[in-house]
């Protein structure tokens, strides 16, 4: 067997073992959220003044682009995500096949993060709302339970802790104006309650972004006859969704939205200052240098509460329940957004990418790619768009790098068949 597909087949292997998916998306998140925590750090600007050579940029571009780190969050977006991930999502056997040894670069971390238990705490949760909904978890697939011994509530109680802490110290830094909220040039002035108030809103808005993809993803497995009449405005978002190529365009929007609160969060939840010194007049709490500067000042404890309370948090409400995640106007305006954010061409530098990237690797596609009877999230896009009565281009699949315009090579489905 090749290499490469030798280590494929290994990846997906250990991947759909037991309840490791699961395991593997939990400790995935975290390690995503922390490497843009500290890529804003050793990427971000450093300087007041911008310049390359002989070209120096104005103060309001380098307050905007630099310092406040634009280029970063397209940076992050347009070639460190989405390229990886358009690509993927059209042709997933392919990209599993590339020689980057996924099993060792990309599984075996995300699975030994996840061990650690600093986000077990959305095991807690997922089982918190099944039980006061009355979710029977027994019809499920035993092999893909957790194994809830000592060790996994100890790991849970871990979690917990660490949110609460991380919660305190960075809510001590907000309001005593010790974080990089009210650092810098036009941050200094932002008042200790405001900048609550600010990394709040930036926390609800990537619970909504992470939230709404789930959601989406879900009612696409959901036949819409079921929720048509009693979510009317589910259904609708998801018609807007599934239209077209509004689901490409929804997912490079939302990235780009991702990049950026994850980078304003990084900022607003990591303690300025430097080598363990923070600034203001609240101290430390006589945590002592090495813990400032290793968990304060690195963005460690603000990636952990991120990446539980405002990421993980908000896919398993959205997964338990996706028609009332949908269902309500502020989703509605977000999907308006990442459609604009699309649109205006900030970070479509990404299709450049892929398409240059597919042409290099010459991949084929999914050898089960277009078959009807293969459940993939793609054909379940393309059936909800045959029960809405949303014209479907033929042979065509709504994750295709190449797709034609709308209005040509159609397949008119609207009659209702509510699959």
């Known amino acids: 067997m090749h290499t490469a597909t030798a280590c494929r087949y290994h990846c997906l292997q250990l991947a759909h073992k037991g309840p490791n998916v699961e395991k593997f998306l939990v400790g995935r998140q975290f390690l995503l959220v922390?490497?843009?925590?500290?890529?804003?750090k050793v990427a971000?600007?450093?300087?007041?003044?911008?310049?390359?050579?002989?070209?120096?940029?104005?103060?309001?571009?380098?307050?905007?682009?630099w310092i406040n780190q634009l280029l970063l969050m397209i940076l992050i977006s347009s070639l460190g995500q989405l390229v990886s991930q358009l690509l993927a999502a059209q042709k997933m056997l392919g990209f599993l096949n590339l020689p980057f040894f996924s099993y060792y670069t990309i599984l075996i971390p995300c699975l030994c993060v996840e061990f650690v238990g600093l986000t077990h705490a959305s095991y807690l949760?997922?089982?918190?709302?099944?039980?006061?909904?009355?979710?029977?978890t027994t019809?499920?697939?035993?092999e893909k339970a957790m194994d809830k011994n000592f060790f996994y509530y100890a790991r849970c109680i871990l979690s917990v802790t660490g949110i609460v802490f991380a919660l305190t110290m960075i809510g001590k830094g907000l309001a005593c104006k010790?974080?990089?909220?009210?650092?810098?040039?036009?941050?200094?002035?932002?008042?200790?309650w405001a900048a609550v108030l600010m990394t709040g809103f930036f926390m609800f808005s990537l619970a909504c972004c992470e939230g709404m993809q789930v959601g989406l993803l879900a009612l696409a497995k959901t036949p819409s006859h079921q929720y048509k009449k009693r979510a009317p405005l589910a259904y609708r978002t998801a018609q807007l969704c599934f239209a077209g190529r509004n689901m490409q365009a929804f997912l490079v929007g939302r990235q780009f939205c991702c990049a950026m609160l994850m980078v304003l969060l990084a900022r607003v939840t990591s303690y300025a200052g430097a080598e363990?010194?923070?600034?203001?007049?609240?101290?430390?709490?006589g945590m002592g240098a090495g813990f400032n500067k290793g968990l304060l000042q690195t963005g460690f404890l603000g990636s952990l509460l991120v990446v539980n309370v405002a990421q993980l948090a908000s896919q398993i409400v959205a997964s338990i329940f996706p028609v009332s995640?949908?269902?309500?106007?502020?989703?509605?305006l977000i999907l308006?957004?990442?459609?604009?954010?699309?649109?205006?061409?900030?970070?479509?530098?990404?299709?450049?990418?892929?398409?240059?990237?597919?042409?290099?690797?010459?991949?084929?596609?999914?050898?089960?790619?277009?078959?009807?009877?293969?459940k993939t999230p793609a054909q379940d896009i393309i059936d909800r768009k045959k029960s809405m009565g949303i014209p479907q281009q033929k042979g065509v699949g709504p994750f295709d790098l190449n797709q034609p315009e709308s209005e040509y090579h159609l397949e008119y489905t609207y009659k209702i068949s509510y699959i």
């Open 336 to 374: 308006r957004l990442h459609l604009l954010i699309e649109a205006s061409g900030i970070c479509n530098s990404c299709w450049v990418n892929t398409w240059l990237l597919d042409h290099i690797t010459g991949l084929p596609k999914d050898p089960f790619d277009g078959d009807e009877n293969v």
């Open 125 to 136: 949760l997922k089982d918190f709302l099944c039980k006061i909904c009355r979710i029977d």
């Open 44 to 65: 971000g600007g450093a300087t007041t003044e911008f310049y390359i050579g002989n070209w120096h940029w104005n103060e309001a571009a380098t307050q905007v682009f």
């Open 325 to 332: 995640m949908i269902n309500n106007t502020f989703i509605y």
């Open 178 to 192: 010790q974080t990089n909220a009210t650092a810098g040039k036009g941050w200094e002035d932002l008042p200790g």
């Open 276 to 285: 363990g010194e923070l600034v203001g007049t609240c101290g430390d709490w």
């Open 34 to 40: 922390f490497n843009v925590f500290l890529l804003s």
């Open 139 to 142: 019809k499920g697939d035993p």
